[in-house]
C-alpha cells in the first residue's frame, strides 16, 4: 500500500474543519451510519502527488505557515470543482461548506501568523500539495454524474482522515509555538466531525 502522500498529511492544519455545519451534521447523523460509511469500500481515490513523505515528517513552524494556505486552497479548489459539477444537492452542498470553512481558515492562519511574526516558508511539503491538488482536480474533470460524486466524496474521506492522523502524529508534535500548537489540538474534534459529514455522505451515495 503506498504511503500517505504529502499533501494529505499538510492537511492536518485545516482549521476550516471547524464549520459549525458540519458539526451540526455530524450530531445529527448515527453511529450505524458512520460505522457503514468506514466499512464501504471506496472507489479508487484520484492520484495526488506521487512522493516518499510520512506522517512521521518533521516540519517548522515557517513551514506550516506555508502549508496551511497550500492545503485550504486545495479542499477550496476542489470543491469549486464539484459545485460545479455534481447535480446532486447534497454533494453541492457539502461543496459549499469546503469552500466556505476553508476560505475562513486561510484569513484566519493570515491572521495568525501576521500576529506571531511568523514569515510563511515554502518547503517541498507546500508544493507537493499543490501538485498532488491539481492532479486531483485533473483525474475528477474527467469524471461525470454519479461517477464524479463517489470519487469526490472518497477523497474527501481519505483527506480528512488524514488530516486526524497527522494531527496526532506530526503536527502537534512538531508545532513549537504555543498558540500554533493550541490551534491544532482546540479543531481536532471539528476535523472529526467533517470527516463524520463525509462518511456519511459516502455512504448515502451507495458506494460499495
Given at each position: 500500500m503506498k504511503k500517505t502522500p504529502t499533501y494529505l498529511v499538510a492537511?492536518?492544519?485545516l482549521a476550516a474543519c471547524g464549520g459549525k455545519g458540519?458539526?451540526?451534521?455530524?450530531a445529527n447523523g448515527s453511529a450505524a451510519d458512520t460505522a457503514v460509511a468506514a466499512s464501504t469500500p471506496a472507489p479508487q481515490p484520484a492520484p495526488v502527488?506521487?512522493?516518499?513523505?510520512?506522517?512521521?515528517?518533521?516540519?517548522?513552524?515557517?513551514?506550516?505557515?506555508?502549508?496551511?494556505?497550500?492545503?485550504n486552497n486545495v479542499d477550496i479548489e476542489a470543491g469549486k470543482l464539484a459545485k460545479s459539477k455534481t447535480s446532486n444537492p447534497k454533494v453541492k452542498e457539502f461543496a459549499e461548506r469546503m469552500i466556505t470553512d476553508h476560505t475562513g481558515v486561510n484569513k484566519a492562519a493570515t491572521d495568525l501568523v501576521t500576529k506571531l511574526g511568523v514569515t510563511p516558508e515554502e518547503n517541498p511539503t507546500s508544493q507537493q500539495l499543490t501538485q498532488g491538488g491539481e492532479q486531483n482536480r485533473q483525474s475528477l474533470?474527467?469524471?461525470?454524474?454519479?461517477?464524479?460524486?463517489?470519487?469526490?466524496?472518497?477523497?474527501?474521506?481519505?483527506?480528512?482522515?488524514?488530516?486526524?492522523?497527522?494531527i496526532d502524529k506530526t503536527l502537534t508534535p512538531n508545532a513549537q509555538n504555543a498558540e500554533l500548537k493550541a490551534l491544532l489540538q482546540q479543531t481536532r474534534p471539528a476535523v472529526a466531525a467533517h470527516l463524520q459529514h463525509a462518511q456519511q455522505l459516502q455512504a448515502s451515495l451507495g458506494q460499495g
Amino acid at each position: 500500500m503506498k504511503k500517505t502522500p504529502t499533501y494529505l498529511v499538510a492537511l492536518a492544519l485545516l482549521a476550516a474543519c471547524g464549520g459549525k455545519g458540519d458539526e451540526q451534521n455530524a450530531a445529527n447523523g448515527s453511529a450505524a451510519d458512520t460505522a457503514v460509511a468506514a466499512s464501504t469500500p471506496a472507489p479508487q481515490p484520484a492520484p495526488v502527488a506521487d512522493t516518499t513523505a510520512t506522517a512521521g515528517a518533521t516540519v517548522t513552524d515557517p513551514q506550516i505557515a506555508a502549508i496551511v494556505v497550500a492545503a485550504n486552497n486545495v479542499d477550496i479548489e476542489a470543491g469549486k470543482l464539484a459545485k460545479s459539477k455534481t447535480s446532486n444537492p447534497k454533494v453541492k452542498e457539502f461543496a459549499e461548506r469546503m469552500i466556505t470553512d476553508h476560505t475562513g481558515v486561510n484569513k484566519a492562519a493570515t491572521d495568525l501568523v501576521t500576529k506571531l511574526g511568523v514569515t510563511p516558508e515554502e518547503n517541498p511539503t507546500s508544493q507537493q500539495l499543490t501538485q498532488g491538488g491539481e492532479q486531483n482536480r485533473q483525474s475528477l474533470q474527467g469524471k461525470s454524474g454519479a461517477d464524479f460524486d463517489r470519487a469526490y466524496v472518497s477523497n474527501e474521506v481519505t483527506y480528512h482522515q488524514a488530516v486526524l492522523d497527522a494531527i496526532d502524529k506530526t503536527l502537534t508534535p512538531n508545532a513549537q509555538n504555543a498558540e500554533l500548537k493550541a490551534l491544532l489540538q482546540q479543531t481536532r474534534p471539528a476535523v472529526a466531525a467533517h470527516l463524520q459529514h463525509a462518511q456519511q455522505l459516502q455512504a448515502s451515495l451507495g458506494q460499495g
